[in-house]
């Protein structure tokens, strides 16, 4: 069975509830209208995607449809991407010379 938008939103609520150990932001404008979201018994709008989109760091395409190109991105924890920008830093060249 594919997974659906309501499907696919839960599992990011869920990997930020578990990785994070705190409460997950709320993108949209109240926490009925993401309830009803994660219910499933109403559709988000353009504007709630978006917001869905750029809080989760995920495209809209993955929202709507499960293709992403880099699906697990959005899986990383904390320390696991603290170390990945460390990495990045070292790597750097160093403007002192």
């Known amino acids: ?34 309830n009803s979201l994660l219910k499933g018994t109403r559709k988000p709008t353009m504007d709630e995607l978006v917001k869905i ?16 190109m880099f699906p697990s991105l959005h899986r990383l924890k904390k320390k696991e991407a603290e170390n990945i920008l460390r990495k990045i830093e070292e790597l750097r060249p160093n403007p002192d010379g």
Not at 6 to 30: E, G, W
Request: aromatic share 18%; with cysteine.
């Open 53 to 68: 989109s750029e809080t989760y760091d995920v495209s809209i395409n993955y929202l709507l449809t499960g293709d992403e």
């Open 1 to 34: 069975m594919d997974k659906t938008f309501v499907d696919r939103l839960r599992q990011l609520y869920d990997d930020y509830y578990y990785d994070y150990m705190d409460t997950p932001p709320c993108p949209i404008s109240s926490y009925e209208r993401m």
